[in-house]
């Protein structure tokens, strides 16, 4: 009886934790299909690529920032984690990670709520953070290529309804970061 009762449980547990799996993996990437096969996201993917290799792989935990402009206008940065204490665990977590900071003063309103839904909609993803007088979000996308060629796409193409005429990049080596273990 004993056997019967803990095969059931088990298989219980089994269906519920797929049913949740299922559910995360369903709100996470909702538009990934559509933003797949763009040049434009293959070409933000190939620069992420690039920054984890150089900057965690080749030359371990390296500064590093990634301008993003839409028509020469700077609208984002994808830089090392560890210059954002909210996304560290500890004043000792220097890991590296992939943060993209987006400051948002100055923006139309409608951008803003745009911005505001698909972060919502990629919650189970990433970590948002607003504060002080300049207003901004920071996103930890971790080491997660496809999913942040995805996601910034995704912000260009809704956000700014811009295409990939418009995209601009550039990245700079930083050196070490600044921050050291103690």
């Given at each position: 009886m004993k056997i019967l009762v803990g095969i059931l449980i088990?298989?219980?547990s089994l269906y519920f934790f797929a049913i949740v799996k299922k559910n995360i993996g369903?709100?996470?990437?909702?538009?990934?299909?559509?933003?797949?096969?763009?040049?434009?996201?293959?070409?933000?993917?190939?620069?992420i690529r690039h920054i984890i290799?150089?900057?965690?792989?080749?030359?371990?935990?390296?500064?590093?920032?990634l301008?993003?402009?839409?028509?020469?206008?700077?609208i984002m940065q994808l830089m090392h984690r560890a210059h954002f204490p909210e996304l560290c665990q500890s004043?000792?977590?220097?890991?590296?990670?992939?943060?993209?900071?987006?400051?948002?003063?100055?923006?139309?309103?409608?951008?803003?709520?745009?911005?505001d839904k698909i972060v919502s909609e990629?919650?189970?993803t990433v970590r948002m953070s607003k504060s002080g007088q300049i207003e901004y979000y920071v996103i930890d996308l971790g080491k997660r290529?496809?999913?942040s060629g995805y996601f910034l796409t995704r912000i260009i193409k809704e956000v700014f309804e811009a295409d990939e005429n418009q995209?601009?990049?550039s990245l700079y080596s930083e050196g070490n970061l600044p921050y050291h273990l103690n």
């Open positions: 088990g298989w219980l369903q709100k996470k990437g909702i538009k990934s299909k559509e933003y797949a096969n763009l040049a434009f996201t293959a070409r933000l993917r190939d620069s290799f150089e900057y965690d792989i080749k030359r371990k935990n390296n500064d590093f920032l301008n993003i402009k839409i028509k020469e206008k700077l004043e000792s977590d220097i890991n590296f990670g992939l943060a993209l900071y987006i400051p948002v003063n100055g923006w139309e309103k409608e951008q803003v709520l745009r911005l990629e919650s189970e290529v496809r999913f995209f601009n990049s």
